[in-house]
Nanobody, 124 residues
Framework: QVQLVESGGGLVQAGGSLRLSCAASGSTFSRYTMGWFRQRPGKERELVAA???????????DYADSVKGRFTISRDNGKNTVYLQMNSLKPEDTAVYYC??????????????WGQGTQVTVSS
């Protein structure tokens, strides 16, 4: 059973930056599709960004339109960790951010393993 542990949330002013980290268990992490999702108050959980393996050393990234150009997803397979660098944060980015994994390497909408979530609050 894959386990995910997120860290890096907190309170930041609008225009600031945060980096979220998600450490995953398992010996085949490089094959996992990894994603970041968020749930804003009163809203459903939504995709923020995801990385899916396309080849031995190639991954493709998907981003929500609302974060393109501001957020960057990356991974360090040697550390079994995926990151979300968030720049130019806006108050509307305030949400609980969840790390997710599909150990079978499918598309991001097949992600079924979740971390506990980390709160990101952006003040105006």
């Amino acid at each position: 059973q894959v386990q995910l542990v997120e860290s890096g949330g907190g309170l930041v002013q609008a225009g600031g930056s945060l980096r979220l980290s998600c450490a995953a268990s398992g010996s085949t992490f490089s094959r996992y599709t990894m994603g970041w999702f968020r749930q804003r108050p009163g809203k459903e959980r939504e995709l923020v960004a995801a990385l899916r393996r396309m080849g031995a050393f190639t991954y493709t990234a998907d981003y929500a339109d609302s974060v393109k150009g501001r957020f960057t997803i990356s991974r360090d397979n040697g550390k079994n960790t995926v990151y979300l660098q968030m720049n130019s944060l806006k108050p509307e980015d305030t949400a609980v951010y969840y790390c997710g994994a599909d150990p079978y390497g499918g598309t991001w909408n097949g992600i079924s393993v979740w971390g506990q979530g980390t709160q990101v609050t952006v003040s105006s």
